[in-house]
């Protein structure tokens, strides 16, 4: 992977003297002090940050943090005060004019809030409108928009007006005209915020089908936490300009950097950040054939286990509960069979990527669920009261967790219970 | 009582009488006398050619126009008015007038636009224009026309600039409102996606304008008719003369025929254009279907079908 976007040290002062003010910026004053001082306003302060090919950087901010003013600079709309950014090398802070305008049509392309459709000219016209700024004949970029409005499945209103559409319908224009050039970047600000919940849904789910074969570079602006983990590969949150914590939606939830990020993730439903993989511990297991059903049952009592996986070689055969061994034991006597008779074949096995809240019902059986690979290999278990944990975002330690799962600070739910808009 | 006047007076006319006739005329004499020259050419043809058309076939134009912008009802106004003109014996009269109406109204959209467009894009220019603006319209016509005289003349060229002065301002105000008022998003996006200022001009803010620059016309065409009778006063001919011969020998038939033939031609003008108006935000599509069918050989599409999207 290369790095498509970076930036360092990005500053935006709107006002009349940015100097005066970046320089008390820099001996440390508040963005209040330096209003009153300088009646320059902050709106982007030491943003440094990058954004790989084919990912999806979110930026999560409440309204003036800043965030539109960021993604209007990465394609020269607002000329920065000072700091760099590179895209594709080339260094957009510094560009003007005629090269500036180059980038726009060749590299950046951006989708807006409230779609910002040529009411006057046809869907197929409003898709080909980058096209057109860069010369491209008639013929050729009606061929074109047609083949993006097809991905988007909007063909059949090419010749239709956008007023004669819905939102949705709209901001699909919208995403179909920033790929139709074909840009190696694309800047969504707040793409989908003028859309009703349930459409905004929709898109959303649209654009991460739409972005499995694409593979752009996005930089995607919001204000929806939710939204942010969802799509997010990287997530910035932004307060007053600055970015408070850059890093997966994982990251995110469970080490908040500060009162103001635990503020937003406290009330965000964690069943569709954490996946079966953050939760499953190393497995604890007994072969079918080699080990006796009293070695399994030392090792359930060992471990504190209720259950455990069986496994025949690699592959997993199934899952034998501690209750059902023991019964085994003093039925039959010790033995072989012991072990094959307590089996329960009829066991839930889910890979890595699963996220938790499709793993309530599971869960609710009792048993052990198995992380397992493509060739049903058992990569790990996911304890049935870990799942539950991990939703109620408890801070009880997990038995023989694994290393990379993430560590919950305590107190959150408690400390915590305000929701964003009380802390705004 | 203690006065300003008592302590000083300012001989304010004569600094002006100074300005003009000592400085002004003497030295930019030809230069005014040049710049007359593009008004005559253009109002000399028109006249001759409006002159030239039967009356019977510019009725017909005018009344289909207006059936196709303003309505059936305007229509059969423009054929019955026009009718009446003709048989008052005022044809002729009407037809210079006419002439005379395009032309300004021709000068102050070539003059206008540009400048409108300037406005929009520069708020500087237009803390400038705005007051200049504000002064054409308020100051007395009567005051300017005597500078003019001295500069161009009397004749139909110096009674059209005094009607460009008179009417220009409204065309300038609306340019400038029209463009500001695209949506900023538009243009954001316009420019986001690398567009030239030019092509933002002819791609978006003069087409979403365009409504707000019909009105802008509208306006200046009925500032130009209203000066119809001032500028006869300079030698400017049409109906304004007859109604200024009526006006000095008090012969009220002859000053009323003048009146409503110059009432009658506003009325038609005013809801042509108005119409064009109305409808052109709409019409960039539609005359781009009614062209395309046309040349699919399927006939141009109905009047009522394309004006009665929404």
Redesign the interface.
């Known amino acids: 992977m290369t790095t498509k976007i970076s930036v360092t040290g990005l500053y935006k002062i709107f006002g009349d003297r940015p100097d005066a003010a970046l320089d008390l910026l820099n001996r440390g004053e508040a963005k209040e002090a330096i209003l009153e001082a300088t009646g320059a306003t902050v709106a982007v302060q030491d943003a440094s940050f990058d954004v790989e090919e084919g990912e999806i950087f979110v930026v999560m901010g409440l309204s003036g943090s800043g965030k539109s003013t960021l993604v209007r600079l990465l394609?020269g709309?607002i000329p920065p005060t000072s700091g760099n950014i590179l895209i594709e090398g080339q260094d957009v802070a510094q560009a003007k004019g005629e090269v500036?305008?180059?980038?726009?049509?060749?590299t950046i392309?951006?989708v807006?809030?409230?779609f910002?459709?040529?009411?006057?000219w046809?869907v197929a016209d409003n898709v080909a409108?980058?096209l057109?700024?860069?010369g491209m004949p008639v013929a050729d970029r009606r061929e074109r928009a047609m083949a993006v409005l097809d991905q988007v499945g909007l063909a059949p209103w090419a010749d239709s007006?956008p007023g004669d559409l819905s939102g949705g319908m709209q901001q699909r224009v919208g995403l179909a005209?920033g790929l139709a050039?074909d840009p190696q970047v694309l800047?969504m600000d707040e793409p989908f915020g003028a859309l009703d919940p349930l459409i905004r849904r929709e898109m959303q789910d649209e654009l991460i089908e739409l972005q499995k074969t694409l593979k752009k570079t996005i930089v995607f602006i919001t204000h929806d936490l939710n939204e942010a983990l969802l799509l997010g590969d990287k997530i910035a949150i932004m307060k007053d300009g600055r970015f408070v914590q850059v890093g997966t939606a994982q990251d995110i939830v469970s080490n908040p950097a500060d009162d103001y990020v635990q503020a937003f993730v406290a009330d965000i439903d964690r069943g569709r950040v954490f996946t079966a993989r953050d939760v499953s511990t190393d497995p604890v297991t007994a072969q079918l054939h080699t080990d006796s059903a009293e070695v399994a049952l030392h090792r359930m009592e060992t471990a504190q286990l209720d259950a455990l996986y069986v496994l025949d070689g690699d592959t997993v055969s199934g899952v034998v509960t501690h209750r059902d061994v023991s019964a085994a034991l003093r039925r039959d006597g010790p033995g072989d069979t012991a072990l094959e008779a307590s089996l329960i074949t009829d066991f839930t096995a889910v890979d890595q990527g699963t996220y938790l809240h499709e793993l309530y019902g599971p869960a609710g059986n009792g048993l052990p669920i198995a992380v397992t690979d493509a060739g049903n290999r058992l990569l790990g278990v996911v304890e049935t009261q870990d799942v539950l944990a991990q939703l109620n975002s408890d801070t009880a330690e997990k038995p023989g967790a694994d290393a990379s799962a993430p560590a919950v600070p305590p107190g959150i739910p408690e400390s915590q219970s305000q929701t964003p808009e009380a802390a705004r | 009582m203690i006065s300003p006047a008592d302590i000083a007076s300012i001989p304010f006319d004569d600094w002006i009488n100074a300005f003009v006739r000592g400085w002004l005329v003497p030295n930019f004499r030809p230069f005014f006398r040049a710049a007359q020259v593009p008004v005559t050419l253009v109002l000399n043809n028109l006249n001759a050619f409006l002159l030239f058309v039967p009356m019977i076939i510019t009725t017909a134009v005018f009344a289909l126009a207006a059936w196709r912008w303003a309505g059936r009802g305007i229509a059969i106004f423009t054929l019955i008015g026009f009718a009446f003109i003709d048989m008052i014996g005022l044809w002729p009269e009407t037809m210079t007038t006419l002439a005379m109406i395009l032309t300004s109204v021709l000068f102050c959209a070539v003059i206008g636009l540009p400048l409108g467009i300037l406005a929009a894009r520069s708020d500087m220019f237009w803390r400038i224009t705005r007051p200049v603006l504000d002064i054409m319209q308020t100051i007395p016509s009567f005051v300017y026309l005597v500078p003019i005289v001295m500069l161009f003349g009397v004749g139909m060229a110096p009674g059209i600039i005094a009607t460009i002065i008179f009417a220009i301002p409204p065309m300038v105000r609306l340019t400038n409102l029209g463009i500001r008022n695209v949506r900023g998003d538009l243009t954001e996006a316009a420019r986001a996606f690398g567009s030239t200022e030019w092509q933002m001009l002819w791609d978006l803010q003069i087409p979403l304008a365009l409504r707000t620059i019909m009105a802008g016309l509208n306006q200046t065409l009925m500032l130009a008719l209203s000066m119809v009778v001032i500028a006869a006063l300079i030698g400017a001919g049409g109906l304004g003369l007859i109604v200024n011969t009526g006006l000095g020998r008090l012969d009220v038939g002859g000053a009323t025929a003048g009146g409503v033939g110059i009432v009658i031609l506003a009325i038609v003008l005013d809801r042509i254009t108005q119409g064009l108006g109305e409808g052109s935000t709409v019409r960039t599509v539609s005359l781009r279907q009614v062209l395309t069918r046309t040349l699919r050989g399927k006939g141009a599409a109905p009047v009522a079908e394309t004006s009665a999207k929404p």
């Open positions: 394609n709309l500036l305008r180059e980038i726009r049509r060749n392309t951006m807006f809030q409230h910002a459709l040529f009411p006057h046809s409108y980058g057109k700024v860069k007006l005209r050039s800047l």
